[in-house]
C-alpha cells in the first residue's frame, strides 16, 4: 500500500495533478490523502501582527472548503473507479509547509503529488513557491506536475547527475520502484561542462549506479555543454523524455535544473514532471 499526498487549491493545475497520480499508479494499491490548506490570514494592527483566530475560520471558509473537497471527491468517483485506490480529504488550517510535514508525518506518506502554476511556468517552481518550498524543506519524495504536463505512460526517465555524490540505496530503492512501476528506461545523464575526463570518485559512483540498475533498461550518457539547464533541455528533447529524477541533496545541481532557468528556449519546466527524492 503506498500513500500519496495531493495538496489541491480547487484549481486546474491540481486536477491536472490528480489525473497524473490516478493514471500512474494505476496498477498499484494506493491511498490519496487530499489536503486543502487554508493559509494564516493576518494583518497589522499597531505594532504587533494579529492573525484571525482558527475557529472563527472553521465555520466560515474551513466549512466552504470540505463541501469543495466534497465536490472534488465525486468527480474523482466519476472519473475512475479503481479498486486499488482510496481517497480520503482534509481541510487544514495554518502555515502550509507546515501543514505538509505534518501530514507526512501523520499519515506516513511516501510520496506528495503537487501541481505546478505561473503563466510562464517558471515561477511554479520557484524557490518561493508553495512547491518550491515543499521540495526544499520537506523530507519526503516531491513529483511536481507542472500545468503543461499531460500523463503518458513514462517510457523514459532522466536522471541528470553529476556522479559527484553518492546515492544511498534508500534514494536509490525509491528510483527503482518509480523504473519498474511502468518498466521504463531509466537514462542517466552526465553533463561535461570542462570536458575533463570522470575522476576516480565519479566512476566509482557511475559504476555504482550501472550495478545498482543492471536487471533494467538503463543507459549512460555524457553531453558537454556549459550550460547546465541547456543540456537537460537538449537531453529531454533528444530522449523524448516523460519525467526528470532528481536527489535533493545535490542542491546545487538541483537549483540550477530546477529553479534558474530563465530562458524561452528552456521548456521543459513547464511540460516534464519532476521527481525529487529525499535520503
Partial sequence: MKNILIPTDFSDNAWNAIIYAIELFNRKECIFYLVNVLPITSYTGGEATVYVAPEILQEGVLKENREKLKKLLGEIERLTDN???????????????DKIKQEV????????????????????????????????????AVLAIPAGARYSEPKAIG??????????????????EVVMLHSSALKCLH?????DELTML?????????????????????LSEKKLDVAVQHFVESQNLDMIVMVAKNLNFLERILFRPRVEKISYHTTVPFLVLHE
Fill in 159 to 176: 536522471f541528470p547527475t553529476d556522479f559527484q555524490l553518492g546515492y544511498t540505496v534508500n534514494v536509490l530503492k525509491q528510483l527503482k
Fill in 105 to 140: 508525518a501523520d499519515k506516513n506518506i511516501d510520496l506528495i503529488i503537487m501541481g505546478t502554476k505561473g503563466a510562464s511556468g517558471i515561477k511554479a517552481v520557484s524557490m518561493g513557491s508553495n512547491t518550491g518550498n515543499v521540495i526544499t524543506k520537506v523530507s519526503c
Fill in 83 to 97: 479498486p486499488k485506490h482510496t481517497f480520503v480529504s482534509a481541510a487544514l488550517y495554518g502555515f502550509f509547509t
Fill in 202 to 222: 565519479q566512476l566509482k559512483n557511475r559504476d555504482f549506479l550501472r550495478d545498482y540498475f543492471k536487471n533494467t533498461e538503463c543507459s549512460f550518457g555524457t
Fill in 191 to 195: 553533463v561535461s561542462t570542462k570536458k
